[in-house]
């Protein structure tokens, strides 16, 4: 993991594009928001708010050299995580799960890692916008490729790799047997 303070004033990119490829979604990680034509309404306005909302935006080393990554290997994205001091590198296939801790994520990698993110689940939820990546709770949000078992009598929990556990909620519980049977299939 690498962090940095060294802070570097860019301008805010907003990506538009008429292809939804896997390039136009590693661009996502790196940048302020990207909109596909024809550009809808809302989408545009939301575009415009997060333009407001950063608008003493602040790019770091490693966003820049995140972009750079995702635009040369579109399959093997990796994500630029904000972390106390700094940020850290994360390939987005060695999550195992995220847990929501009030305002702030916690994030499982493979082998134990453990990150602290400063950002709401909610957040690294889109920024991660995978479909093996599932809230199955409205505090967790789990990469099926880890899950080990799951238990739906009593406390419904998955229970995946490296001893890790994620609640299960009853609303969530039918959507994520029917992606373990795709996932198996």
């Known amino acids: 993991m ?38 809808q309404q ?5 575009a415009i708010r997060k333009f407001k909302e950063k608008s003493t935006l602040v790019a770091h080393p490693q966003q820049i050299e995140t972009l750079l990554h995702n635009l040369k290997e579109p399959n093997k994205p990796k994500l ?15 999550i195992v799960m995220c847990k929501a801790e009030a305002n702030y994520t916690l994030i499982y990698g493979l082998g134990g ?8 689940i909610g957040s690294i939820e889109e920024m991660l916008d995978d479909e093996n990546m599932v809230r199955c709770h409205k505090s967790y949000l789990i990469n099926i490729n ?15 790799t490296d001893g890790l556990f994620a609640e299960i909620s009853q609303r969530k519980k039918e959507e994520l047997r029917e992606k373990l049977r795709k996932l198996g299939s």
């Open 80 to 94: 630029c995580i904000p972390i106390s001091g700094g940020f850290a590198y994360l390939n987005k296939s060695e």
């Open 113 to 120: 890692e453990k990150l602290l993110c400063s950002k709401n």
């Open 42 to 46: 809302d989408e545009l306005i939301e």
């Open 2 to 39: 690498r962090s940095c303070i060294l802070k570097r004033y860019i301008p805010v990119v907003i990506f538009t594009t008429a292809f939804p490829d896997y390039a136009v979604r590693a661009i996502k990680y790196a940048c302020l928001e990207y909109l596909l034509k024809p550009i």
């Open 146 to 160: 880890y899950v080990k078992k799951i238990q739906t009598r009593d406390d419904c929990r998955a229970y995946l």
